[in-house]
């Protein structure tokens, strides 16, 4: 069964702070892929990041990071020196092969960076 | 500006009336996605269309009706709606539905719809 776990409901921080967003999965597919989107207060979910399940390599873009760990089942993201402009809820999504590619989604992390 | 936009951004209907809700998307894509994003609840995926033609439907009831007259446009078709239907309806599109790679979806910035 395709689940996602976020068990972060909000998270606030003060800016520079670093910041990871926890993000557990469950499936029994061998091939699958998981994403995380943002969702700043303006509404639209902005696709972040895409891996697939053959590729644990951690992946770095400006400030934020993705941690993959198949053995602990997690697809963690970590921004570093947190600004005011992430403050958004950030959700993480899995899909499956064997459902069709459905984007199954976390109920979610809350953020939000102080100045 | 992600190349999907949802018109209107804000709607406020009762119970009676009927309204439609906009997505258009210039991104060349084949597929597209009607999800709805209540409180406290995980987004939930209402309605698929690949190349025009409804591939899914999540049981959602009937008051809701989407249509999808080309690739580019797809509407939700709103009547006798509940106060309980009030959320965020968000409209998304992928390169394709179910080829991996392909499918990354684009979300539009969404419609606010509240039921009087």
């Known amino acids: 069964a395709q689940k996602v776990t976020q068990a972060q409901t909000e998270i606030s921080v003060v800016e520079k702070e670093d910041v990871t967003l926890d993000c557990v999965y469950e499936?029994?597919?061998?091939?699958?892929?998981l994403f995380w989107y943002k969702q700043p207060p303006s509404g639209e979910l902005v696709f972040l990041i895409r891996?697939?399940?053959?590729?644990?390599q951690n992946e770095i873009s400006g400030r934020y990071s993705w941690n993959f760990q198949k053995s602990t089942s997690s697809f963690n993201f970590t921004i570093t020196a947190s600004q005011v402009v992430d403050s958004a809820v950030y959700f993480c999504?899995?899909?499956?092969?064997?459902?069709?590619?459905?984007?199954?989604f976390g109920a979610g992390t809350i953020l939000r960076v102080k100045s | 500006e992600t190349g999907v936009t949802q018109t209107p951004r804000h709607l406020v209907m009762g119970m009676t009336n009927k309204k439609s809700l906009k997505c258009e998307q210039h991104?060349?894509?084949?597929?597209m996605y009607w999800y709805k994003q209540s409180a406290k609840k995980p987004l939930e995926l209402m309605f698929v269309?690949?190349?025009?033609?409804?591939?899914e439907n999540n049981s959602v009831p009937s008051r809701f009706s989407p249509e999808c007259p080309n690739s580019s446009h797809l509407f939700l078709h709103l009547h006798t709606l509940q106060p309980e239907d009030s959320a965020l309806y968000l409209c998304?599109?992928?390169?394709?539905?179910?080829?991996?790679?392909?499918?990354?979806?684009?979300f539009g910035a969404g419609t606010r719809l509240s039921v009087l």
């Open positions: 999504a899995l899909s499956e092969a064997s459902h069709g590619n459905k984007l199954v």
């Open positions: 991104l060349g894509h084949n597929a």
């Open positions: 998304a599109s992928s390169q394709e539905r179910t080829v991996p790679g392909k499918n990354i979806q684009y």
């Open positions: 269309y690949s190349l025009e033609e409804r591939v």
């Open positions: 499936t029994r597919d061998t091939t699958y892929y």
């Open positions: 891996r697939n399940s053959f590729d644990e």
